[in-house]
């Protein structure tokens, strides 16, 4: 399979755990996207990489989150201190974006992340 | 603040029918307007997607509709089938070297019944 992948696709935690995700994107992808959904309502943005470069961040990003793309390939986003309200479908979406514009989004399946 | 209106919430028609949803958008800086067809527990899958250069695109049973002037574009399902049957997410972006987030609406919860 050559789409995104994201691992794991279901997480459960107890509120105040660390929690880490992954994500694949298609290989010739220089963009990554990561947007959170609860349910019933559309993906939010939360940050994008252009290579391994972060190029913006949403303000529904607080300090508890962080993502990374080291290498310009796979990206993790970590939760410190997870919450209740952290409960949500993670996606993970790629594109090749060419100068002075971007390719179509493709999203990976998500992770569902349970906060008790 | 919803960036994208999108109506209906959810949506009921009949096999062979055709199902219209409806989105809104202000900002004129956006130029790029796609479509995404969510299963449950997948995630959202672009189906079709317009530029307002073009007032219409089709894909086979699929047409987007875009009104520039109305800040308003429609996706139309054509002889609806009970496959159809997701959430339907209208989105909008503007193209340019550093911004790509895509800006969603909160979705409408379409059902054909055969």
């Known amino acids: 399979d050559t789409g995104v992948s994201q691992d794991p696709r279901h997480k459960i935690t107890k509120r105040g755990q660390n929690v880490t995700f992954r994500c694949d994107p298609i290989?010739?992808?220089?963009?990554l996207y990561w947007y959170r959904q609860t349910l019933g309502q559309g993906p939010e943005f939360l940050t994008y990489f252009q290579n391994e470069a972060q190029l913006e961040k949403s303000r529904l990003l607080s300090d508890r989150f962080s993502a990374e793309r080291p290498k310009g390939s796979f990206s993790t986003l970590e939760i410190q201190r997870t919450e209740q309200g952290d409960s949500a479908m993670y996606l993970c979406?790629?594109?090749?974006?060419?100068?002075?514009?971007?390719?179509?989004?493709?999203f990976g399946p998500g992770t569902r992340l349970t906060v008790l | 603040q919803q960036q994208v209106k999108q109506s209906p919430q959810s949506l009921i028609v009949q096999k062979g029918g055709i199902s219209i949803i409806n989105c809104a958008y202000e900002?004129?800086?956006?130029?790029?307007f796609p479509w995404y067809q969510q299963f449950p527990g997948k995630g959202p899958a672009l189906l079709i997607a317009i530029r307002p250069d073009v007032s219409e695109k089709k894909e086979g049973r699929f047409t987007i509709s875009f009104n520039k002037s109305a800040k308003q574009f429609s996706l139309h399902i054509m002889d609806s089938q009970p496959g159809d049957s997701a959430t339907y997410f209208c989105a909008a972006a503007k193209r340019g070297s550093t911004l790509g987030r895509l800006y969603f609406g909160r979705g409408t919860q379409l059902t054909v019944w055969p």
């Open positions: 900002n004129t800086a956006f130029d790029y």
């Open positions: 979406a790629s594109s090749l974006a060419i100068s002075g514009s971007f390719g179509e989004q493709f």
């Open positions: 290989s010739e992808h220089n963009r």
